[in-house]
RNA sequence: UCCCCGGUAGCUCAAUCGGCAGAGCGGGUGGCUGUUAACCACUAGGUUGGCGGUUCGAGUCCGUCCCGGGGAGCCA
């Protein structure tokens, strides 16, 4: 009897093709899930070739992955049997086909159910002479250059599965809140928001990108008649929806032409930007932290595997870590009182700790890595080290702003609560040098039913080197971009 | 952008003081085995990143350029 599988559009009679793939074949996570439903039946996967193990004793190993798990699910094939083998004989590691048979239980060690092929189908072969991929470990910078086929390894599989289930999650978490997605455009005019350096979005000829006789302003005559860049961060915006909707957030790419080359920056990065009406920075900070919580549960729940590979092969504590930080409340310091604290540390640090100054990153590692070993939020910030837009404390000096910072990774979640009084926006903007007529809707908001808000972003890929364990912000996006990289 | 380190076989790396270019894995061939990154034997595979210099002799020393990695800054 054949065990057929997941069939989402079966019942609405629609693209029967994939209707048709769907109920034909079974995903490999599926059959580990579900064994003993799944024992002695026939079955059908599809995948590509990880390893293939050849036994004279009429027997060949062949492990396939799907990419549903982590796991490979060990094929058996008889060499007895010619209609087989024939198709066998050309496979090799990274060869993609087609299985049916019948699923058994396995005499072997190291797997408890194996599929014992009755039918085999190859689609694609891969010359073994010149396959990239081999069994053992590679390199992440090997990996890299070949990245049309790195997530085919294990480690890109497991992350390129968590990012998925992250992102999932942070819908999830803002959807079951009251939040509305709001998607924030990808190309603005506004070109500073004290965000880093911008990209550039034009149709001009790049060899003669100044109209004659309009040398004052070159970009009149381009695609949006004024100068457009990518986005730095859809906060503004998503305080525009903030203020009609309530509770808002944005999730998508964001973009930094900085000329940075480090392991933990991109050019092209995913960010998580809630933005609440009604809220101070003590329900920004709340807020954060329990998303920040909720997301580590999903990984140790949801992720079990990909987790357990990670704590193998890149970081024996990440797991433990993972949970301390779930059950304990996050560090709440002032700036002053971290600068305090950094003072009086007796440590020799390379950047002078003083009053005023931002604090490096030896600084953020010390506070989070030597004395709370834990996340900790560090609130009440000068207010010439941060961006117009953040509320002003009572005292004159500090803004309400927050940082929050992790081991390892440094700052994962940067927020505020947002200047809504006019007066006092008008004066950030003046100190700071932006204009309120380039910022004329931002200053309306202030003017028509303004409310105290707040809202913080989240870096994705942050946050997935975090919970993967990952040194190299590079290996936890799919195609990463970087200074001098724009590959695939 | 700055500082440090590196570039040797398809991959991961070794090569002592400047003295014959190596290993493991992968590939090919043969053997062995309900195998598990299988194992054993044999075998093919090199412009040592480019250019220039020092030297009887350079993978090794010097200059320069290119590329990569790590750290810093900036930030998420």
């Known amino acids: 009897m054949e065990v057929r599988t997941l069939q989402p559009e079966a019942s609405y009679g629609t ?38 193990r050849d036994s004279k004793a009429e027997i060949s190993f062949v492990e396939i992955n799907d990419g549903s798990c982590l796991r490979n699910l060990q094929v058996i094939v008889e060499l007895s049997r010619p209609e087989l083998t024939r198709h066998l004989d050309p496979v090799t590691n990274g060869c993609s086909l087609c299985v049916k048979g019948v699923l058994q239980t396995s005499p072997g060690k190291g ?7 009755d039918q085999l189908k ?15 470990r590679h390199s992440f910078e090997f990996l890299r250059k070949i990245g049309h086929l790195r997530p085919r390894t294990n480690t890109i599989g497991a992350v390129t599965r968590v990012r998925s289930r992250l992102s999932y999650a942070v819908h999830q978490f803002f959807q079951e809140r009251g939040f509305c997605y709001i998607h924030t455009p990808i190309i603005t005019a506004s070109d500073c928001e004290g965000a880093g350096e911008t990209f550039r979005v034009t149709t001009l000829d790049p060899g003669h990108p100044v109209v004659e006789g309009q040398a004052d302003d070159p970009f009149r005559d381009d695609f949006f008649g004024k100068a457009a860049y990518l986005t730095v961060s859809g906060q503004l915006q998503a305080e525009i929806y903030a203020l009609a909707l309530g509770r808002v957030y944005t999730f998508g790419p964001t973009f930094r032409a900085e000329n940075s080359n480090t392991s933990r920056h991109l050019a092209e990065f995913w960010m998580v930007e809630p933005e609440m009406a009604f809220s101070d920075l003590e329900d920004d900070l709340a807020m954060a932290e329990c998303l920040v919580k909720r997301l580590i549960e999903v990984v140790l729940s949801q992720c079990r595997e990909d987790l357990a590979f990670f704590v193998r092969f890149i970081d024996p504590d990440l797991e433990k870590r993972l949970e301390r930080v779930v059950e304990t409340a996050f560090e709440i310091i002032t700036y002053t009182e971290a600068v305090r604290l950094l003072k009086h540390s007796g440590e020799d640090f390379a950047y002078p700790v003083e009053w005023g100054n931002d604090l490096q990153a030896e600084h953020e590692r010390y506070l989070t890595e030597k004395v709370f070993r834990k996340p900790a939020a560090v609130i009440d910030f ?18 309400a702003a927050m940082d929050i910072l992790v081991p390892g990774i440094g700052e994962i979640v940067g927020g505020s609560q947002r200047e ?12 700071k040098g932006i204009s309120p007529d380039d910022y ?6 202030r003017q028509f039913g303004s409310v105290p808000h707040a809202g913080f972003g989240l870096g994705l890929e942050r946050f997935l080197q975090f919970v993967t364990g990952l040194p190299n912000i590079r290996e936890v996006i799919p195609f990463p971009r ?3 990289h724009a590959q695939f």
């Open 382 to 399: 000068p207010r010439s080290l941060k961006p117009f837009y953040m509320r002003v404390n009572d005292d004159g000096d500090t803004v």
């Open 440 to 445: 004329s809707w931002y200053v309306e908001l």
């Open 15 to 52: 693209n029967r093709r994939t209707c048709r793939m769907m109920e034909k074949s079974s995903r490999i996570a599926e059959l580990f899930e579900r064994e003993d439903q799944f024992l002695g039946k026939t079955v059908t996967v599809q995948g590509w070739v990880r390893t293939r």
């Open 111 to 117: 797997q408890n159910i194996e599929l014992h092929a």
């Open 420 to 431: 809504e009084r006019l007066d006092l926006l008008l004066e950030q903007m003046r100190l």
């Open 482 to 484: 970087s200074p001098g």
């Open 122 to 136: 190859i689609y694609g072969l891969s010359d073994p002479a010149l396959y990239p991929l081999q069994k053992k």
